[in-house]
Every structure is written in structure tokens, then in C-alpha cells.
């Protein structure tokens, strides 16, 4: 059985806490692109830790991205989509909105930090980043854009430790990268998926009780 | 001094949970809007228990609307913008994505529960409300679509009982408005914007002790 790892609320706020002076030193971002729904609550606790007094607000974005993968299970042996090819799938369920407002011409020249909740195969990331880059390209383009290019970089509160399905720039993965907790290949309750939230809290206590987390 | 009200992470949690029943019979939302950044936690809560078994998790779409009030010490007197004509704008820092994807035609004909932390002088709520009916209106017209209509609902926290400068349709106001709890004109700490989150948890449970909250 694959183990499981019990996050409280106060658990991800600190670990955004302790991660955002190294986001502001190391990434300096303009702007958060969450990653919904996971992404949504980091990305709020983050905006609080990365607000320089007497500056605005760090924007939050938000894109919704649904992944889908095939399980080994329900695939039929010998037809397409078997388990070494299959089956992963990122669908967009929000994208950012280019009318015009333009926010993606927003993004052009800036320090964007995509945030999510867990990289887990690494294959939404990926999508992310690869869509994110190609429509900055395209706006770039069309604006005639000639000044310093936009970077991407990325924080989430775990990082699985395992073979990834999907890849990321070499820029991105070495430097522009940031985990606040590196794990093994557990299952991550996160509170806000909690039923009983009361519960969820006393076995997180009695894990860290135990030694067997943080 | 306006006094505070400290409401930690998993009082949201549980403002939520106990919230959703009567959202799914009186509402039976397709979609939630949340508005960000304050929407953006409540809405990932919620996501969780207003999903039914077997079915896929309700989509959360986020915009971002920002509310200026122009604060009256910083303005002339006799000059246009004074106190009671004045100075609350909305502006938008993400909308919708009106592109190919069709974001907005895939409101028409939905129940959308439009979902943010705190209705303190529903400007913000009412902007809301407004545009997401004037682009839906437009979208139907477009799409000719002659079915049910749309329908949105709002979801709070808090709801501040205070005089409202902002002001909702009837029928949103009258039955498809729900507040968790209702406050006198307080400051509410959500714990997203602690600085020190197990500070201010004592001042909750010392508040919830001296009943002072609740």
C-alpha cells in the first residue's frame, strides 16, 4: 500500500511561508500563474508572504488544467494507448484570457511564477509550461517585443521524488525550480480534501508525532 | 476601533463543508466563478464536498477583480470624487477567456456559483454580477441559444451587515445569496493573510473561548 502523508492548512502555509524569501531573492516573480484547483490555496497564502511593503499586490492567474491519465486497468491489451505510451492527457478546463484585456501580452518580458500544489508525473507541468511559452512567443511576436525575455520559473509545496513522465526545460529544472518539501512516492492529503478535517489534523499530528513527516 | 474577528483555516474548511448541502439542493451548481484571490480558497474547499460520487468535480473558473475605494482623506474637498458620490472602481485583473475555447458559451444555461470570501459593500459582488450577466447575454445571442436560462448564485464566508453600496438583482438577493455567517461591521482576519499563523490561531481560540465569535 502506498503510504500517506497528512498536510494541515498551517502545514502549507508555512511552507509557503518559508519558501517566499527565497521565490523574492531567487525568481522576483511579477506575477503567479496558478495551476487550479491545487494551485489556488498556495498561490493565495504566497501573495501575502511575497507583498513588499507599500507595493501592490503580486496578480494572481489562474489556468485550469485536468489531467487525465488512462489506468493500466481500464485499457484493452494490444490496442493503442498501452501502458509504456499511454495515456496521459492534459486537457485546459481555463486558459488566460487573450481579448482584450491581454493579459497575455501581460506576461511578455516578465517574471512569471507558475505555482501548483505537487509535481507528481510532471506531465501537467510540462503542459503548462510548453503552452505558457508558446503563446508568449506568439504575443511577443505580434507586439514586436525586443527586450528581456520572459521567465518562467515554478514553486510547489511537494515534489515526488520518481521518474517523471514529463519534462522541463533545462533552465527551468536547473535553477528556476522550487520545492518546498521533496517526498518520496507517497499519497498527499491535503486538507482541503479533508471530510473531516478534525481527523485529518490529529492523524498529521500523530504522523509528526511519530517522525514520519517533515 | 473596528474590532477584529480571527477565522482560522479550518473554521473556512468547516464554513464550507457546512455550507455545501444547502448549495447543492438550493443551487445545484454546474460551475463555480471564484473570485480571486480571496474566492480562490473557499472555492478549492468547496470543490471537495460538492462533489458527488461517481461524478466528475464541479470546474472552477477564476477572474480577478480588484476594488478601489478612494479613501476620503485623499481627496479634495469640492473637488468631483467627494464621500458620497465617491470612488469605489472595480477594475479587472483576469476575466474569463473568450477565445476559441469558449469559456463564457459554456456558462449559457448553467447555474454558476459565483464564490468569494467576504461580501463587505458588495461593490465588488455586484461588478460581478453585472458583467458575467452581460457577457452571458451576449454569448446567448450569439449562440442563438433558446434553452434554460442562466442562473447565478453567490456563495460568501461572511457577509457584513452594514449598508450595501453595491446592489444585487432580486432574484439573486432573494433566495440565490447565501452567507455562512453574517457579521457585524468587523474586521475579518482570514488566516491566508496571517503573518503568523499559530499567533493567530491563539487569538481565535481565545476568541471562541470568550465567546466573542461564533
Not at 18 to 33: Q, T
Amino acid at each position: 500500500m502506498v503510504p500517506k502523508i497528512y498536510v494541515t492548512y498551517n502545514e502549507v502555509h508555512k511552507l509557503c511561508q518559508e519558501s517566499a524569501d527565497r521565490i523574492l531573492a531567487e525568481f522576483k516573480p511579477h506575477l503567479m500563474i496558478a495551476i487550479g484547483g491545487g494551485g489556488y490555496v498556495p498561490a493565495r497564502i504566497l501573495r501575502s508572504f511575497l507583498k513588499k511593503p507599500a507595493s501592490p499586490n503580486i496578480p494572481i492567474q489562474a489556468i485550469g488544467l485536468s489531467l487525465y491519465e488512462s489506468l493500466p486497468e481500464t485499457m484493452q491489451p494490444g490496442t493503442p494507448g498501452d501502458v509504456e505510451t499511454a495515456g496521459t492527457r492534459v486537457t485546459r478546463t481555463q486558459w488566460l484570457d487573450l481579448s482584450s484585456l491581454g493579459e497575455m501580452s501581460n506576461l511578455v518580458g516578465k517574471k512569471v511564477l507558475i505555482v501548483d500544489e505537487v509535481d507528481d508525473t510532471r506531465t501537467t507541468l510540462e503542459y503548462a509550461v510548453k503552452e505558457l511559452e508558446k503563446d508568449v512567443q506568439i504575443a511577443s511576436e505580434r507586439m514586436g517585443y525586443q527586450g528581456e525575455p520572459t521567465e518562467f520559473s515554478i514553486f510547489v509545496l511537494h515534489n515526488k521524488d520518481k521518474e517523471k513522465k514529463g519534462h522541463l526545460p533545462d533552465r527551468i529544472e536547473n535553477g528556476r525550480y522550487m520545492a518546498a518539501r521533496t517526498v518520496g512516492d507517497v499519497w498527499i492529503c491535503y486538507p482541503w480534501e479533508a471530510t473531516d478535517i478534525d481527523q485529518h489534523d490529529e492523524l498529521a499530528n500523530k504522523q509528526a508525532a511519530n517522525g514520519t513527516t517533515k
